[in-house]
């Protein structure tokens, strides 16, 4: 009988100001954000431009022994693994991660949960966001999203990040907004993400609880999937294809050699040469998104 770990029991994390510093430092931002919508803008601009999201981490946790928590739950590993391997994490980690951020630079920060409605993926809280507020209004910050702007959710009111290839749209519903957004990879397909009130301001505890659900469902645990946004494009790796989207909408696909793949995550993607050679190799059949 496997007992699940009380994730209850673990403190709200913080992040130590040295661990921040270092990470501002990265990001490009050469002085700590102002705390209105311009400094939370830049903020979230540096992590779009430089935090992937990619399951490279959980892929490695895998095929080890497994007696530890999935990696990068607690923020300060996700940014000590991100200073150094350049990886990022999925949805839990990785939302977790700017979360912590946001908040250690004295932006009033809280976690949320919803569902991004895909096929072939259990729907109910199956997503971890955050949000911040500022003068009343809540803003999306969404570290997988990377819209590079963020998002104004005002109750009745339909509203766009307004950044091309990065754009995101909120479209009210019943139940508060709709998310809408497209994968790097897919341009015809959107991937709406509903926020759950029931989920409003959650803690630390339940991101990880929600994390560690995905030990046993999900797309990101049998094959590599990496995606990262820069001002003018958006590049997603996957199974076996490549895929690079251009600031005037080309989406690109090719089925790089194993040599290329490696020089690709290294070069383009900027992940350290250690963790790509540490990356196993696919599940033949395993779960993947839809089109990769």
């Not at 994490?89 to 809280?110: E, I, K, Q, R, V």
């Not at 910050?141 to 766009?160: C, E, N, Q, R």
Request: proline fraction near 9%; charged fraction near 20%; hydrophobic fraction near 40%.
């Amino acid at each position: 009988m496997t007992t699940r770990p009380n994730f209850s029991a673990i403190p709200e994390p913080t992040l130590a100001p040295a661990l921040v510093e270092r990470v501002m430092t990265k990001l490009g931002l050469r002085q700590r954000p102002t705390l209105d919508l311009a400094g939370l803008n830049a903020l979230y601009a540096g992590v779009s431009a430089n935090v992937p999201f990619d399951n490279f981490q959980k892929r490695i946790w895998f095929v080890g022994p497994q007696t530890a928590p999935l990696p990068s739950g607690d923020p300060n590993e996700f940014f000590n693994n991100w200073l150094q391997h350049g990886t990022g994490g999925t949805c839990w980690p990785l939302n977790g991660a700017m979360y912590s951020l946001a908040h250690a630079l004295g932006f009033d920060a809280h976690r949320i949960v919803g569902s991004v409605i895909v096929e072939g993926y259990p729907r109910g809280a199956n997503h971890g966001s955050v949000v911040v507020n500022l003068d009343g209004i809540n803003y999306l910050v969404d570290a997988w999203m990377a819209s590079f702007k963020v998002l104004p959710l005002i109750p009745g009111t339909a509203s766009s990040s307004g950044n091309g290839i990065h754009d995101v749209r909120a479209v009210p519903i019943e139940s508060g907004f709709e998310i809408i957004t497209f994968p790097g990879f897919n341009r015809e397909q959107t991937l709406p993400f509903r926020p759950e009130p029931e989920y409003d301001h959650v803690d630390h505890a339940l991101f990880l609880a929600r994390y560690d659900r995905t030990k046993t469902v999900g797309f990101f645990n049998d094959a590599i999937f990496i995606c990262r946004h820069f001002p003018d494009s958006i590049l997603t790796m996957g199974r076996k294809s490549k895929f690079h989207l251009a600031g005037d909408g080309t989406l690109t696909k090719t089925e790089p050699t194993k040599v290329e793949r490696k020089t690709s995550l290294i070069e383009e993607f900027g992940l350290s040469e250690e963790i790509v050679e540490k990356l196993p190799p696919n599940v033949p059949g395993g779960l993947a998104p839809p089109g990769l």
